[in-house]
């Protein structure tokens, strides 16, 4: 059996797990960040399911789709459909996953402060070691993809 090295995990396995909002703090995480909206912002997932995985999330924090304010609705409508052009431009995926999960029932990691996930998918990106061994293989570091990602981003003018 071969094994995988991931020190970079240990970091967030050993280490005190926040006790507040790790999306209403995302200064912790400015590398991250590729677009601030007036209502939204778009972020890497900082443990993604594949490369170049984003989130658009609301600045405030609520939990209920219902909750959002149209302005809110329009921006990160907006920034999804910008998501998607910018993933296609830099990396020519074949397609995408895109959603939510709201409430621990449906998956959602972090519950309190709802959030949309971008994933970009590409022909045969699942492999042996998601199939058998329950581990994703991510091949650029996060922080690279950011730093990719942002120049698309910067040309970007809001529109809602």
Not at 12 to 40: M, N, R
Request: charged share 20%; with cysteine; net charge negative.
């Amino acid at each position: 059996m071969e094994t995988i090295h991931a020190p970079w995990r240990m970091a967030y396995i050993g280490g005190d797990k926040p006790d507040h909002c790790v999306f209403c703090h995302v200064s912790a995480q400015q590398d991250l960040v590729v677009y601030q909206g007036s209502t939204a912002f778009v972020l890497l997932n900082r443990y993604p399911y594949t490369c170049g995985h984003l989130m658009v999330i609301p600045r405030r924090h609520l939990s209920h789709l219902e909750e959002l304010t149209e302005e809110e609705r329009r921006e990160m409508f907006f920034l999804l459909d910008r998501c998607v052009r910018v993933l296609r431009a830099e990396m020519a995926p074949d397609g995408f996953n895109i959603g939510m999960n709201l409430g621990i029932a449906a998956g959602a990691g972090i519950e309190h402060h709802l959030h949309l996930h971008v994933v970009p998918r590409w022909n045969g990106d699942t492999n042996f070691m998601s199939v058998i061994g329950d581990i994703r293989v991510i091949p650029e570091d996060i922080v690279k993809t950011a730093k990719r990602l942002l120049p698309h981003f910067q040309k970007c003018t809001p529109e809602v």
